[in-house]
């Protein structure tokens, strides 16, 4: 009784939750665009309920003189937090049973509302465990997406919203965040949110129009115009497009350091206060 108050839900009560939700959740994605239903969905994606922001951290993206900065942003981030969390798997990935990317690369919670996580999901870790991680998923060729997103603190029963983030490395495959996201409604759009200072160009005369880029961007973004590939208005800067092109095409340029952290920390500090012990 004593765990049950202490803590939220154990990891097989979780999986079970997932498991009855996740087609609800993939049907309201796809859905969240039709005409009258979307008026009933899209509530369910508002900011500040909802945000999900991408940090490229793929060794595959960058060039060598890049390599290390978006990554360096998000372990200078977790430098500065006390109460972190690490997943012992990714929920999403083992629950597709995923074959493309390391299922024990989970999610990782900030925020003193992490106090409610059950022992069963994960451990607390010191920062240099944390930084650890962060370099394991970059090898593993995932991305990280910094989210304060509803349905966290729902499935975790962790009640302190405003004290917690996630940063989840994710697949394209497996992900709840990046898949059944192509014909999106506008609250789901303005969730997910390109980082400022990212930027994504293709030098045409080096693309093909092969389409690999079209046919593996999640948010259907890419597309071909006169048979070179086109980076749209949309786009959420994670670099997957980059990591595909089989001819190097795709490159993501970055402003500095500085710039980019600044723009990252403001954007959490808008919705969640996980600085705070």
């Known amino acids: 009784m004593m765990n049950c108050l202490k803590y939220g839900p154990t990891k097989k009560m979780v999986r079970f939750m997932l498991w009855l939700s996740w087609p609800i959740i993939i049907a309201a994605k796809r859905w969240s665009a039709l005409p009258l239903l979307k008026w009933i969905i899209n509530p369910f ?9 991408s940090v490229p951290i793929n060794e595959k993206i960058l060039p060598p003189e890049s390599l290390i900065l978006p990554r360096r942003v998000v372990e200078r981030l977790i430098s500065e937090i006390t109460d972190i969390f690490i997943l012992d798997e990714c929920i999403c990935r083992t629950k597709e049973n995923c074959e493309n990317y390391p299922q024990d690369i989970g999610c990782m919670a900030l925020g003193p509302a992490i106090s409610r996580l059950h022992p069963s999901h994960g451990r607390l870790v010191a920062k240099d465990d944390a930084v650890e991680h962060v370099r394991r998923a970059s090898k593993a060729g995932l991305i990280a997406n910094v989210a304060h997103v509803w349905i966290d603190p729902v499935a975790f029963g962790l009640t302190d919203f405003r004290r917690l983030m996630f940063i989840c490395f994710c697949c394209d495959c497996c992900c709840l965040y990046r898949t059944h996201m192509e014909k999106r409604g506008p609250n789901l759009d303005r969730a997910y949110k390109k980082l400022p200072g990212i930027s994504v160009t293709v030098d045409a005369e080096k693309c093909n129009g092969c ?13 071909l115009v006169s048979g070179i590939a086109t980076v749209g208005d949309g786009c959420k800067g994670c670099g997957r497009c980059v ?4 001819e190097e095409a795709v490159s993501l340029r970055i402003e500095n350091e500085e710039i980019l952290y600044r723009q990252l920390r403001e954007r959490i500090s808008n919705v969640a206060d996980i600085w705070a012990s």
């Not at 994606?45 to 922001?53: D, K, L």
Request: net charge negative.
């Open 211 to 223: 389409g690999t880029c079209v046919d593996r961007c999640f948010v259907s973004e890419m597309t």
């Open 45 to 53: 994606f508002a900011h500040p309920w909802n945000e999900v922001t």
């Open 243 to 246: 990591e595909v092109c089989p």
